[in-house]
């Protein structure tokens, strides 16, 4: 059975800083994209940044460029999302999320979420 477990959200002051988690087990992602989406409320979700499993390319959307680094941990089986500068837009509910390469995969493991909230 595969599972992601996002942990690391919390409250913050604008300015500040977190780290997000992503434990992955059930299956070898070798061949996959992991990746982070957010959802604020009343807001659809939307792609955040992704990386590859085995290659470590990463995309970023263009609201997080410059401010969130994702990053993989292949021998812990981990994903990371370091966020700084974080702003109050930021706050939503942070998913990881893991899809096979390829053009037009989905994501298709998805874990429960972790909360970001981001005061001001």
């Known amino acids: 059975q595969v599972r992601l477990v996002e942990s690391g959200g919390g409250l913050v002051q604008a300015g500040g800083s977190l780290r997000l988690s992503c434990a992955a087990s059930?299956?070898?992602?070798?061949?996959?994209?992991m990746g982070w989406f957010r959802q604020a409320p009343g807001k659809e979700r939307e792609f955040v940044a992704s990386i590859t499993w085995t290659a470590g390319v990463t995309y970023y959307s263009e609201s997080v460029k410059g401010r969130f680094t994702v990053s993989r941990d292949n021998a812990k089986n981990a994903v990371y999302l370091q966020m700084i500068s974080l702003k109050p837009e930021d706050t939503a509910v942070y998913y990881c999320?893991?899809?096979?390469?390829?053009?037009?995969?989905?994501?298709?493991?998805w874990g429960q979420g972790t909360q970001v909230t981001v005061s001001s």
């Open positions: 999320a893991a899809r096979p390469l390829g053009p037009r995969a989905e994501y298709v493991y």
């Open positions: 059930g299956r070898t992602f070798t061949g996959y994209v």
